[in-house]
């Protein structure tokens, strides 16, 4: 007999478990599982000859139909056969001749059954030799492709090989037993959606209370269409005793099944994976006549149509407009308008079933304040300076901010954020003065809608949270993600605040930290007034930016500089500047509105020397057509001895 075997047929002596009476009973329900599915296993190879098993304790008796199973397995056929054994020595010539083919022919090891146990119809050893039968060529055989037919030495079991592949297939299931792992009907509907992709496409969602219910719809689908026999029954594999053999026996099926073409598969729907999100969802933050938004996200969730009920107080329907966007997370937006005080339920569904945390409860306050109280500044919010793949940030008032029709007066003054009773503002020694009561906008949520620009919202999620100590005013942080001209839209209470939306204008991604300057123009000393200072900005591996360059020079004039892509190396930017006046001299190099390395820089320009020095020959000319040519120098102001010079290709006299 082989050595995979349990209960009485265990796989190793180690792991064989006491058994009780009761276990050993011939009636007990492990074994009447068992028996049951080594005889439809039988039956099912026996259709090919014609034969059948109806008591598995007798019918092999007299070894014909036990000769007409082997030959099916085995793919042989027997010469001599005692076709009429009415003999009990015909009966244990036919058994004989059967063990000696598996031992010699088939190198199946059979141990402690011989062919008297057979013909005395010895139940308990009778499923031994069906149990090896069944190990040898069902489970040890190979299973997919490239697999050894047997394990190596020190290799896996068969029942460790079986294993491994159903919990391969079904990952997301912790099957570790043949046995109750098994017994809620939910893993056998993962493994036959796993073979037969939209047999069993709501597997997750059953109840495991309903265990006989889930095991009969996935056998039943097996069967019908991976032709994969019901060698047990629902019944019995949710049977807290079911047999780990004969799970077994059933699962060695799976591998090699095959889903039949017109099969009705449909597709996997799982309304516990679908997001919904946004300020119409919040426990508060939520008021009358104010347009309450959410998303409804269902990329993962599968196809199926959503439904979204919006109750009030009284238990009444509210409408609640849901537009599909069509975008790459497969996003809804979605918004109603309460009516009226109190608690809201939201209850959304997808596929006619609820998602996870719905019903949704919102708490709704009286009227909504004013989003024209509202005003928002920051980085983030600026037409330029806002760089791919970097974070920015603004924030958003609702309480002591700038009047917006004041901001608009004041010009680019967004960024300053005053809180007042009194206004004194100064602008070019104009002073302004403007009386004001502290500006509350009342009450209302921040919603903020970012689109990149294609057009599409789902790209960028901002984050929106209250700023510590400063009541009223909320923290909005984004990274977009591409560059071009994106719409900052910033909602309170439903409604688009002054000047929303924004245009920003996004930069390329780069890196500004990996350009460099070198150059006589940028450093500290050596530059002279009305001489030309060069300088090259490297930017080569930094990404796509704009190189820009800003000079300060003595008593804050600023200085220009002409900055032109060179036309020799790659990604080489040739600079240069002429100072005018002695002084220090402030260099800011930037690429992508980012300082490059070491920028700004200073240099000290020392004043204008005049050189009494001067050059003369031909080669300081137009040449003298040779290969050298003797130069002379001399200072018209000293007596000086004159020297010959030999210049090579190229010359540079400075």
Same mark, same amino acid.
């Given at each position: 007999?082989?050595?995979? *075997?349990?209960?009485?047929?265990?796989?190793?002596?180690?792991?064989?478990? &006491?058994?009780?009476?009761?276990?050993?009973?011939?009636?007990?329900?492990?074994?009447?599982?068992?028996?049951?599915?080594?005889?439809?296993?039988?039956?099912?190879?026996?259709?090919?000859?014609?034969?059948?098993?109806?008591?598995?304790?007798?019918?092999?008796?007299?070894?014909?139909? @036990?000769?007409?199973?082997? *030959?099916?397995?085995?793919?042989?056929?027997?010469?001599?056969?005692?076709?009429?054994?009415?003999?009990?020595?015909?009966?244990?010539?036919?058994?004989?001749?059967?063990?000696?083919?598996?031992?010699?022919?088939?190198?199946?090891? !059979?141990?402690?059954?011989?062919?008297?146990?057979?013909?005395?119809?010895?139940?308990?050893? !009778?499923?031994?030799? !069906?149990?090896?039968?069944?190990?040898?060529?069902?489970?040890?055989?190979?299973?997919?492709?490239?697999?050894?037919?047997?394990?190596?030495?020190?290799?896996?079991?068969?029942?460790?090989? $079986?294993?491994?592949?159903?919990?391969?297939?079904? +990952?997301?299931?912790?099957?570790?037993?043949?046995?109750?792992?098994?017994?809620?009907?939910?893993?056998?509907?993962?493994?036959?959606?796993?073979?037969?992709?939209?047999?069993?496409?709501?597997?997750?969602?059953?109840?495991?209370?309903?265990?006989?219910?889930?095991?009969?719809? #996935?056998?039943?689908? #097996?069967?019908?269409?991976?032709?994969?026999?019901?060698?047990?029954?629902?019944?019995?594999?949710?049977?807290?005793?079911?047999?780990?053999?004969?799970?077994?026996?059933?699962?060695?099926?799976?591998?090699?099944?095959?889903?039949?073409?017109?099969?009705?598969?449909?597709?996997?729907?799982?309304?516990? =994976?679908? =997001?919904?999100?946004?300020?119409?969802?919040?426990?508060?933050?939520?008021?009358?006549?104010?347009?309450?938004?959410?998303?409804?996200?269902?990329?993962? #969730?599968?196809?199926?149509? $959503?439904?979204?009920?919006?109750?009030?107080?009284?238990?009444?329907?509210?409408?609640?407009?849901?537009?599909?966007?069509?975008?790459?997370?497969?996003?809804?937006?979605?918004?109603?308008?309460?009516?009226?005080?109190?608690?809201?339920?939201?209850?959304?569904?997808?596929?006619?079933?609820?998602?996870?945390?719905?019903?949704?409860?919102?708490?709704?306050?009286? #009227?909504?304040?004013?989003?024209?109280?509202?005003?928002?500044?920051?980085?983030? @919010?600026?037409?330029?300076?806002?760089?791919?793949?970097?974070?920015?940030?603004?924030?958003?008032?609702?309480?002591?901010?700038?009047?917006? *029709?004041?901001?608009?007066?004041?010009?680019?003054?967004?960024?300053?954020?005053?809180?007042?009773?009194? @206004?004194?503002?100064? !602008?070019?020694?104009?002073?302004?003065?403007?009386?004001?009561?502290?500006? *509350?906008?009342?009450?209302?949520?921040?919603?903020?809608?970012?689109?990149?620009?294609?057009?599409?919202?789902?790209?960028?999620? +901002?984050?929106?949270? &209250?700023?510590?100590?400063?009541?009223?005013?909320?923290?909005?942080?984004?990274?977009?993600?591409?560059?071009?001209?994106?719409?900052?839209?910033?909602?309170?209470?439903?409604?688009?605040?002054?000047?929303?939306?924004?245009?920003?204008?996004?930069?390329?991604?780069?890196?500004?930290?990996?350009?460099?300057?070198?150059? =006589?123009?940028?450093?500290?000393?050596?530059?002279?007034?009305?001489?030309?200072?060069?300088?090259?900005?490297?930017?080569?591996?930094?990404?796509?930016?704009?190189?820009?360059?800003?000079?300060?020079?003595?008593?804050?004039?600023?200085?220009?500089?002409?900055?032109?892509?060179?036309?020799?190396?790659?990604?080489?930017?040739?600079?240069?500047?002429?100072?005018?006046?002695?002084?220090?001299?402030?260099?800011?190099?930037?690429?992508?509105?980012?300082?490059?390395?070491?920028?700004?820089?200073?240099?000290?320009?020392?004043?204008?020397?005049?050189?009494?020095?001067?050059?003369?020959? &031909?080669?300081?000319?137009?040449?003298?057509?040779?290969?050298?040519?003797?130069?002379?120098?001399?200072?018209?102001?000293?007596?000086?001895?004159?020297?010959?010079? $030999? @210049?090579?290709?190229?010359?540079?006299?400075?």
């Amino acid at each position: 007999m082989a050595d995979s *075997e349990s209960h009485l047929y265990g796989e190793d002596e180690d792991e064989e478990m &006491p058994m009780t009476e009761r276990d050993l009973a011939d009636d007990a329900q492990w074994k009447v599982i068992q028996k049951n599915t080594f005889t439809r296993w039988a039956n099912e190879h026996l259709k090919t000859a014609n034969k059948n098993i109806n008591n598995l304790d007798s019918d092999l008796s007299d070894g014909l139909r @036990l000769i007409a199973l082997v *030959e099916v397995l085995s793919g042989k056929k027997f010469k001599h056969v005692n076709k009429r054994p009415n003999f009990r020595t015909q009966k244990l010539e036919n058994v004989t001749m059967v063990l000696e083919f598996l031992e010699r022919d088939e190198g199946i090891r !059979i141990v402690n059954i011989d062919s008297s146990d057979i013909v005395d119809c010895k139940l308990k050893l !009778i499923l031994g030799l !069906i149990w090896t039968l069944i190990l040898h060529y069902s489970i040890s055989m190979p299973m997919w492709e490239g697999e050894e037919p047997t394990p190596s030495e020190g290799g896996p079991t068969p029942k460790q090989r $079986l294993l491994n592949w159903v919990q391969s297939k079904v +990952p997301d299931q912790p099957i570790k037993n043949f046995t109750t792992d098994w017994n809620d009907g939910r893993a056998i509907g993962a493994l036959v959606d796993a073979v037969g992709p939209g047999l069993c496409p709501d597997w997750e969602d059953w109840n495991p209370k309903n265990a006989k219910k889930n095991a009969k719809e #996935a056998m039943d689908n #097996a069967e019908k269409w991976l032709d994969i026999p019901q060698l047990i029954k629902p019944e019995e594999i949710t049977n807290p005793k079911v047999d780990e053999l004969s799970m077994m026996t059933y699962l060695s099926q799976f591998p090699k099944a095959k889903l039949k073409p017109g099969a009705p598969v449909r597709p996997r729907l799982n309304p516990n =994976r679908v =997001r919904a999100y946004g300020p119409g969802l919040e426990p508060k933050g939520n008021q009358v006549g104010a347009p309450a938004r959410f998303t409804v996200e269902t990329f993962s #969730a599968g196809k199926g149509s $959503l439904e979204v009920t919006v109750l009030n107080p009284k238990g009444k329907k509210e409408t609640c407009e849901c537009v599909f966007n069509n975008d790459r997370n497969l996003t809804y937006s979605c918004v109603y308008v309460p009516s009226m005080e109190g608690e809201y339920k939201v209850i959304i569904k997808f596929g006619d079933r609820e998602i996870n945390k719905s019903p949704f409860s919102v708490k709704v306050e009286g #009227a909504a304040g004013d989003p024209t109280k509202v005003t928002a500044s920051g980085p983030g @919010l600026e037409k330029t300076g806002v760089i791919a793949t970097k974070r920015t940030y603004f924030e958003v008032f609702t309480k002591n901010a700038v009047p917006a *029709e004041l901001l608009s007066d004041i010009g680019n003054f967004s960024s300053v954020v005053l809180q007042f009773t009194l @206004l004194h503002i100064t !602008i070019d020694a104009v002073k302004i003065v403007v009386a004001s009561g502290k500006k *509350e906008a009342g009450k209302g949520s921040i919603d903020v809608v970012i689109l990149d620009p294609h057009g599409r919202k789902d790209t960028i999620r +901002p984050s929106i949270s &209250p700023v510590p100590g400063k009541e009223g005013t909320y923290l909005v942080e984004y990274i977009a993600m591409e560059q071009g001209l994106h719409s900052i839209n910033i909602m309170f209470a439903g409604q688009q605040i002054p000047k929303s939306p924004y245009g920003v204008n996004v930069s390329p991604a780069s890196n500004a930290k990996m350009c460099y300057a070198t150059g =006589r123009g940028i450093q500290p000393k050596g530059v002279r007034v009305n001489e030309n200072a060069d300088f090259k900005v490297h930017t080569k591996g930094a990404g796509s930016a704009e190189v820009k360059v800003h000079i300060i020079g003595p008593g804050g004039v600023e200085i220009k500089c002409t900055c032109t892509k060179s036309k020799t190396e790659e990604g080489v930017y040739e600079c240069v500047y002429i100072p005018l006046k002695q002084g220090q001299y402030i260099i800011n190099i930037t690429f992508g509105e980012q300082h490059i390395a070491k920028s700004p820089f200073k240099v000290e320009v020392g004043p204008a020397k005049t050189s009494k020095i001067r050059a003369y020959g &031909p080669r300081s000319g137009g040449g003298c057509g040779q290969p050298t040519c003797p130069l002379h120098r001399g200072d018209p102001g000293r007596d000086l001895e004159l020297s010959d010079f $030999l @210049l090579r290709d190229p010359p540079r006299l400075r």
